[in-house]
């Protein structure tokens, strides 16, 4: 005779109760998989906690730079003044700031959004001084501060006047440029006592060809 078995439902019947009760369960498709994710919970008859109420706290961007406005920071090879501008936006008071570029006051100008960016560094206090060469800035006074700074930053460090036809003699070109600067922060007054020197370089040609540690 065969054997019949009968399969008593009632507990799953109970379990998925208390599952509609206190939440539900969804499936979202991913790549190669499907995996199980727990849905928001549904609160059936009593009062939602307050975790649920509160919506999570929105990220904000980060910055390196951020919570540097009480320092001293030096900033090196301004293009269009951008970077320095969106400080002085961040902080607000930027009079601790010192923004620097290679080119004229004239060729920076000539540069789309430029005048914008000055006039905001300006309007928070900033500083911003033109035709500094990083090569031959050896104290802090050349910038405008005997005692040095803080943070003494550059950003995509490149040999101005183009690109050569030669890729070594750009490659040497800026590895002395690199060089100097590295010398120049640690032999002079540029930092100050406990400052840090950054250097920005992206990846990529030429970058790097540039043989960097």
Same mark, same amino acid.
């Given at each position: 005779?065969?054997?019949?078995?009968?399969r008593?439902?009632?507990?799953?019947?109970?379990?998925?109760?208390?599952?509609?009760?206190?939440?539900?369960?969804?499936?979202?498709?991913?790549?190669?998989?499907?995996?199980?994710?727990?849905?928001?919970?549904?609160f059936?008859?009593?009062?939602?906690?307050?975790?649920?109420?509160?919506?999570?706290?929105?990220?904000?961007?980060?910055?390196?730079?951020?919570?540097?406005?009480?320092?001293h920071?030096?900033?090196?090879? $301004?293009?269009?003044?951008?970077?320095?501008?969106?400080?002085?936006?961040?902080?607000?008071?930027?009079?601790?700031?010192?923004?620097?570029?290679?080119?004229? $006051?004239?060729?920076?100008?000539?540069?789309?959004?430029?005048?914008?960016?000055? $006039?905001?560094?300006?309007?928070?206090?900033?500083?911003?001084?033109?035709?500094? #060469?990083?090569?031959?800035?050896?104290?802090?006074?050349?910038?405008g501060?005997?005692?040095?700074?803080?943070?003494?930053?550059?950003?995509?460090?490149?040999?101005s006047?183009?690109?050569?036809? #030669?890729?070594?003699?750009?490659?040497?070109?800026?590895?002395?440029?690199?060089?100097?600067?590295?010398?120049?922060?640690?032999?002079?007054?540029?930092?100050? $006592?406990?400052?840090?020197?950054?250097?920005?370089?992206?990846?990529?040609?030429?970058?790097?060809?540039?043989?960097?540690?």
């Open positions: 005779m065969a054997k019949i078995k009968v008593d439902n009632r507990g799953q019947a109970r379990k998925k109760a208390k599952l509609a009760a206190y939440g539900k369960m969804r499936r979202v498709p991913k790549v190669g998989a499907h995996k199980l994710i727990s849905a928001a919970p549904v059936v008859g009593r009062a939602v906690p307050k975790q649920h109420l509160q919506p999570p706290p929105a990220r904000k961007p980060h910055n390196l730079y951020a919570n540097d406005a009480m320092n920071v030096l900033l090196l090879g $301004e293009g269009d003044f951008g970077f320095a501008a969106s400080l002085a936006t961040l902080w607000g008071d930027c009079s601790r700031l010192v923004a620097t570029a290679l080119q004229s $006051e004239a060729d920076v100008l000539s540069r789309a959004g430029a005048e914008d960016n000055l $006039e905001t560094i300006r309007a928070c206090g900033g500083t911003v001084l033109f035709g500094v #060469d990083v090569s031959r800035l050896h104290n802090g006074h050349d910038a501060r005997k005692k040095g700074f803080d943070r003494v930053v550059f950003n995509f460090p490149l040999v006047g183009g690109r050569p036809r #030669d890729p070594p003699a750009l490659t040497a070109a800026n590895q002395l440029l690199l060089r100097e600067v590295f010398h120049n922060a640690s032999t002079g007054s540029l930092l100050a $006592e406990g400052g840090e020197l950054h250097i920005t370089v992206p990846r990529g040609q030429p970058y790097d060809g540039w043989s960097l540690p």
